[in-house]
T-cell receptor, first 115, second 111 residues
Framework: GAVVSQHPSRVICKSGTSVKIECRSL??????MFWYRQFPKKSLMLMAT?????????EQGVEKDKFLINHASLTLSTLTVTSAHPEDSSFYIC???????????FGPGTRLTVT | TQLLEQSPQFLSIQEGENLTVYCNSS?????LQWYRQEPGEGPVLLVT?????EVKKLKRLTFQFGDARKDSSLHITAAQPGDTGLYLC???????????FGAGTILRVKS
């Protein structure tokens, strides 16, 4: 199956700083990437949909100025958590799809801890 | 808002027992995916069903898509400790990429 990587796998940062998380599709070109947030033992919550070369579409209640998404190429999308606070601590997961209607392939996730 | 109700939320069983997880919705989906996720890792796709009434088998796992494409089930026969994990169902619409996820089922199989 298709491989999606995320970097870093774990990050600890201080409150008020910004953190960038990368999502890469390693063996296919992803027209669309998705960013999810997951709380312990809970399901995935979609944060935003990212299409290459265009602005991300954010889900209701997700602050676009706090969670900056850039999809500069067909194999890379980044999520930057700006001015992070402890309540932003979570497991962030990205997924990528080859084309509309195709399956989503998930990355291994990034554990963010804000102290 | 499309909702996908998944049940049960938590299941703890003994090795060798059978179990079924359900996903139900009032909306029609063009496809239904089942994922398994282990702690600290991303979800791994188990199966995709797209045709109403479709049944797919993956070793001891049997997946079914309802005739009306509004519901799905995952049945595990003779569960093993290695089946332990979070099981997620997700529905896809014909137009667009977004998936609607169920709340998840935490399965624990005790030896």
């Amino acid at each position: 199956g298709a491989v999606v990587s995320q970097h870093p796998s774990r990050v600890i940062c201080k409150s008020g700083t910004s953190v960038k998380i990368e999502c890469r599709s390693l063996d296919f070109q992803a027209t669309t990437m998705f960013w999810y947030r997951q709380f312990p033992k809970k399901s995935l919550m979609l944060m935003a949909t990212s299409n290459e070369g265009s602005k991300a579409t954010y889900e209701q209640g997700v602050e676009k100025d706090k969670f900056l998404i850039n999809h500069a190429s067909l194999t890379l999308s980044t999520l930057t958590v700006t001015s992070a606070h402890p309540e932003d601590s979570s497991f962030y997961i990205c997924s990528a799809t080859l084309a509309p209607g195709h399956e989503q392939y998930f990355g291994p996730g990034t554990r963010l801890t804000v102290t | 808002t499309q909702l996908l109700e998944q049940s049960p939320q938590f299941l703890s069983i003994q090795e060798g027992e059978n179990l079924t997880v359900y996903c139900n919705s009032s909306s029609v989906f063009s496809s239904l995916q089942w994922y398994r996720q282990e702690p600290g890792e991303g979800p791994v796709l188990l199966v995709t069903v797209v045709t109403g009434g479709e049944v797919k088998k993956l070793k001891r796992l049997t997946f079914q898509f309802g005739d009306a494409r509004k519901d799905s089930s995952l049945h595990i026969t003779a569960a093993q400790p290695g089946d332990t994990g979070l099981y997620l169902c997700a529905g896809g619409r014909e137009y667009g990429n977004k998936l609607v996820f169920g709340a998840g089922t935490i399965l624990r199989v005790k030896s």
